[in-house]
């Protein structure tokens, strides 16, 4: 009898354990939770009585937490850990665009493996070893940081896949990057040159920052 009780106890305290984490990290994975001693069929337990929800295999978070976009930043990148928030996502958090993608675009190395994620729903480009690098600011989202390129990456990169996200949206982010101050014409250049993508971009940086003078 004594176990027995014991055991409810040690089930609930798992239980308490849980929620608490959640409450402070926001989201967290499975293995998370084996870190800290607790049982998967406790997180079993808990999603059956909607305490704890799933939003995707091997991820948990709490029922109330907001549905924005910030909030599916941190899930994907819980999810694909090597993989940087980038083109019309990082264009969003930067305040550069009106778009809503319907998609997190998020870049991963060329020959990485390509996850197969359902939600959030995820977008990839591939980037090679410098793009994944260079140009890369660590955004705090709930609690964590996540990794971006920053604005003059962002639209630089807008310009290379603009056959992928269309060209009105790069130069949507050119100009209210300009606008805006959050780049200047030479942080563009420096990393379009880099990225081979000066002598189309060019035009339309000189004509806006004239514009803009």
């Given at each position: 009898?004594?176990?027995?009780?014991?055991?409810?106890?040690?089930?609930?305290?798992?239980?308490?354990?849980?929620l608490?984490?959640?409450?402070?990290?926001?989201?967290?994975?499975?293995?998370?939770?084996?870190?800290?001693?607790?049982?998967?069929?406790?997180?079993?337990?808990?999603?059956?009585?909607?305490?704890?929800?799933?939003?995707?295999?091997?991820?948990?978070?709490?029922?109330?937490?907001?549905?924005?976009?910030?909030?599916?930043?941190?899930?994907?990148?819980?999810?694909?850990?090597?993989?940087?928030?980038?083109?019309?996502?990082?264009?969003?958090?930067?305040?550069?665009?009106?778009?809503?993608?319907?998609?997190?675009?998020?870049?991963?190395?060329?020959?990485?493996?390509?996850?197969?994620?359902?939600?959030?729903?995820?977008?990839?480009?591939?980037?090679?070893?410098?793009?994944?690098?260079?140009?890369?600011?660590?955004?705090?989202?709930?609690?964590?940081?996540?990794?971006?390129?920053?604005?003059?990456?962002?639209?630089?990169?807008?310009?290379?896949?603009?056959?992928?996200?269309?060209?009105?949206?790069?130069?949507?982010?050119?100009?209210?990057?300009?606008?805006?101050?959050?780049?200047?014409?030479?942080?563009?250049?420096?990393?379009?040159?880099?990225?081979?993508?000066?002598?189309?971009?060019?035009?339309?940086?000189?004509?806006?920052?004239s514009?803009?003078a």
């Amino acid at each position: 009898m004594i176990q027995a009780v014991q055991a409810v106890q040690a089930v609930q305290a798992q239980g308490a354990r849980v929620l608490d984490l959640l409450a402070a990290k926001g989201m967290l994975r499975l293995k998370d939770f084996i870190a800290e001693d607790i049982e998967p069929e406790t997180l079993s337990r808990l999603v059956r009585s909607a305490k704890v929800i799933r939003p995707a295999r091997g991820l948990y978070q709490l029922p109330d937490t907001a549905a924005e976009a910030t909030h599916m930043f941190a899930e994907a990148c819980i999810l694909v850990p090597k993989g940087v928030i980038c083109l019309t996502s990082a264009l969003q958090f930067h305040e550069l665009t009106l778009q809503m993608p319907s998609a997190i675009w998020m870049a991963i190395e060329q020959g990485a493996w390509r996850p197969t994620i359902t939600y959030p729903p995820l977008q990839f480009a591939r980037f090679n070893t410098w793009a994944m690098t260079e140009g890369i600011s660590r955004q705090r989202v709930e609690n964590r940081e996540i990794p971006m390129t920053n604005p003059a990456r962002t639209i630089v990169d807008c310009f290379r896949y603009r056959n992928k996200i269309g060209l009105d949206v790069a130069l949507e982010g050119l100009r209210e990057g300009l606008r805006r101050r959050k780049c200047t014409p030479d942080e563009l250049w420096s990393y379009a040159v880099k990225a081979r993508a000066w002598n189309v971009m060019r035009p339309y940086v000189e004509a806006i920052a004239s514009d803009a003078a």
